[in-house]
Nanobody, 123 residues
């Protein structure tokens, strides 16, 4: 069982930055690839980024490539999403999720989810 808790969301102006954190309560955090997803009102849940078990490999959605960076600290059981040059279209609830397989953009492949944190980008 893995419990995930996101933090770091908030209101920011376009062009600004936020850093999301996701803390995992499990002794086997390094066994899981971690992903970030987002969901805006009335929209499907959308893949944002994923990191492999070690953090050595990452993959991003085209819409955030070059602006967002996913990283993890296995000693702290935490995964991060650094978001720079934010745009109003980045506004959504952001979720972290755990999977046994790296790189899946299909949210149904992730077995564990946090409760989400709201990110709002004003224009």
């Amino acid at each position: 069982q893995v419990q995930l808790v996101e933090s770091g969301g908030g209101l920011v102006q376009a062009g600004g930055s936020l850093r999301l954190s996701c803390a995992a309560s499990t002794r086997t955090f390094s066994n899981y690839a971690m992903g970030w997803f987002r969901q805006a009102p009335g929209e499907e849940r959308e893949f944002v980024a994923s990191t492999s078990r070690s953090g050595a490999a990452t993959v991003y959605a085209d819409s955030v490539k070059g602006r967002f960076t996913v990283s993890r600290d296995n000693a702290k059981n935490t995964v991060y999403l650094q978001m720079n040059n934010l745009k109003p279209e980045d506004s959504a609830v952001y979720y972290c999720a755990a999977s046994y397989r790296f790189g899946d953009s299909d949210y149904s492949k992730y077995g564990y989810w946090g409760q989400g944190t709201q990110v709002t980008v004003s224009s």
